[in-house]
């Protein structure tokens, strides 16, 4: 029986070459999966039939754009998940989700291998392979770019050489992924790090300097999981596509940073996640009202581990799974109304409701009505600060 290898198809130009390139170089037969997790372009049939045009023994595509924002993207939004701080973890999102479909489809196919378009020194070689290990460690990987040495001047000859379906003159200055949570650009003139981005980088976002109005939102959340804007119901997915048109009309979402790969360099991003960042800045604002300190302050811990374990391609890891429970667990009252000002670029809070708040009135009032009892401070901090005062008296006395 000939070989079946699985591979993560896009309809470019780089993963239709790997199709007749893996036959040439493995013996084995492919199998061309596709996955549309809103990253628009093509219609899913268009790159079916592209995959088979090619050299495809069969090829499937998969709407994942609702399993994505519900079983991705939303445990991102509770997690509060930006990596160092900042990156909404866009295409780190996306890739456990083809993962999953891959997998499933090498084990329906009979495949032993899967592979991917990924080349030698960015993330997804290790999110995509990780997470395939994860799941189904009897598969084995192989990625043309980085194993043979597929260059795009390769890729292009391969292609005219085959006569293959796909146009190979047009090249983007950048590298693009994008998604229906967010769209990420990097190569060409961002590699100088001085270089500051013109607007033709961006395409969800529109310039924030531009004077607009002002767009006022109210964003409902049950147990942190977004269910409404302006009163009416959304879904998980219809949440960050609303958002993203609202949001990316006043600019927010725009991300220009210096971060730490895994592989262990620097790479320059710019990023824009309009939705993702709105969600995100609100539901971090709901659970200040509706969250214990305690509980709050070690949150901030998981979340941080949580986005670098996510950023890392350890998305069906242990710990990952652990910290889910906890996460879930946290966001049992994270319930409310959050308002928030859209304008120039910023997402900002104006006004919070909850039937689960922990603010009380009359507890944080300075006016007539407060029902603080000011008298148990003093011995308060006279325990609070005891250790530190004991220690400061035996090294005033050395």
């Given at each position: 029986?000939?070989?079946?290898?699985?591979?993560?198809?896009?309809?470019?130009?780089?993963?239709?070459?790997?199709?007749?390139?893996?036959?040439?170089?493995?013996?084995?037969?492919?199998?061309?999966?596709?996955?549309?997790?809103?990253?628009?372009?093509?219609?899913?049939?268009?790159?079916?039939?592209?995959?088979?045009?090619?050299?495809?023994?069969?090829?499937?595509?998969?709407?994942?754009?609702?399993?994505?924002?519900?079983?991705?993207?939303?445990?991102?939004?509770?997690?509060?998940?930006?990596?160092?701080?900042?990156?909404?973890?866009?295409?780190?999102?996306?890739?456990?989700?083809?993962?999953?479909?891959?997998?499933?489809?090498?084990?329906?196919?009979?495949?032993?291998?899967?592979?991917?378009?990924?080349?030698?020194?960015?993330?997804?070689?290790?999110?995509?392979?990780?997470?395939?290990?994860?799941?189904?460690?009897?598969?084995?990987?192989?990625?043309?770019?980085?194993?043979?040495?597929?260059?795009?001047?390769?890729?292009?000859?391969?292609?005219?050489?085959?006569?293959?379906?796909?146009?190979?003159?047009?090249?983007?200055?950048?590298?693009?992924?994008?998604?229906?949570?967010?769209?990420?650009?990097?190569?060409?003139?961002?590699?100088?790090?001085?270089?500051?981005?013109?607007?033709?980088?961006?395409?969800?976002?529109?310039?924030?300097?531009?004077?607009?109005?002002?767009?006022?939102?109210?964003?409902?959340?049950?147990?942190?999981?977004?269910?409404?804007?302006?009163?009416?119901?959304?879904?998980?997915?219809?949440?960050?596509?609303?958002?993203?048109?609202?949001?990316?009309?006043?600019?927010?979402?725009?991300?220009?940073?210096?971060?730490?790969?895994?592989?262990?360099?620097?790479?320059r991003e710019v990023y824009e996640s309009p939705g993702g960042i709105a969600l995100?800045?609100?539901?971090?604002?709901?659970?200040?009202?509706?969250?214990?300190?305690?509980?709050?302050?070690?949150?901030?811990?998981?979340?941080?581990?949580?986005?670098?374990?996510?950023?890392?391609?350890?998305?069906?890891?242990?710990?990952k799974r652990a910290l889910d429970g906890f996460i879930d667990e946290a966001s049992e009252h994270v319930s409310g109304d959050i308002r928030?000002?859209?304008?120039?670029?910023?997402?900002?809070?104006?006004?919070?409701?909850?039937?689960?708040?922990?603010?009380?009135?009359?507890?944080?009032?300075?006016?007539?009505?407060?029902?603080?009892?000011?008298?148990?401070?003093?011995?308060?901090?006279?325990?609070?600060?005891?250790?530190?005062?004991?220690?400061?008296?035996?090294?005033?006395?050395?």
């Amino acid at each position: 029986m000939t070989e079946r290898v699985v591979l993560a198809y896009s309809g470019g130009l780089d993963t239709s070459v790997c199709i007749g390139w893996i036959a040439e170089e493995t013996g084995a037969e492919v199998v061309a999966v596709a996955v549309d997790v809103g990253q628009g372009g093509e219609d899913l049939d268009v790159i079916r039939k592209r995959a088979l045009a090619c050299g495809a023994v069969e090829a499937e595509v998969a709407d994942a754009k609702e399993e994505f924002a519900d079983e991705y993207c939303l445990p991102a939004i509770k997690a509060n998940a930006l990596y160092m701080d900042r990156y909404p973890l866009v295409s780190a999102l996306s890739r456990p989700t083809i993962v999953k479909h891959l997998v499933a489809a090498a084990h329906k196919h009979g495949a032993s291998t899967v592979a991917h378009g990924c080349t030698g020194k960015g993330n997804d070689q290790v999110r995509f392979e990780a997470g395939i290990s994860s799941l189904a460690p009897d598969l084995k990987c192989i990625a043309p770019v980085r194993d043979y040495a597929m260059t795009r001047d390769k890729a292009i000859a391969f292609c005219e050489e085959k006569g293959l379906p796909i146009a190979t003159s047009k090249k983007s200055p950048y590298s693009i992924d994008q998604n229906v949570f967010g769209r990420a650009v990097e190569t060409g003139f961002l590699e100088d790090i001085w270089n500051a981005p013109i607007e033709d980088v961006y395409e969800y976002t529109e310039n924030p300097a531009t004077p607009r109005e002002a767009d006022e939102v109210v964003v409902t959340f049950e147990k942190g999981v977004p269910v409404a804007l302006d009163g009416r119901p959304v879904t998980v997915l219809q949440a960050i596509q609303q958002l993203n048109d609202r949001a990316g009309a006043q600019g927010v979402g725009r991300i220009d940073m210096v971060e730490d790969r895994l592989v262990g360099i620097k790479s320059r991003e710019v990023y824009e996640s309009p939705g993702g960042i709105a969600l995100i800045t609100a539901h971090q604002e709901l659970e200040n009202v509706t969250v214990e300190r305690e509980l709050a302050r070690y949150k901030r811990q998981v979340e941080q581990r949580w986005a670098e374990l996510v950023y890392d391609g350890l998305w069906f890891s242990p710990l990952k799974r652990a910290l889910d429970g906890f996460i879930d667990e946290a966001s049992e009252h994270v319930s409310g109304d959050i308002r928030m000002t859209l304008h120039g670029g910023r997402a900002v809070v104006t006004g919070r409701r909850s039937q689960q708040s922990l603010y009380d009135f009359n507890l944080a009032t300075y006016d007539s009505g407060d029902t603080f009892d000011q008298s148990m401070s003093k011995g308060f901090i006279e325990l609070f600060g005891m250790s530190s005062k004991i220690a400061a008296k035996r090294d005033l006395a050395q």
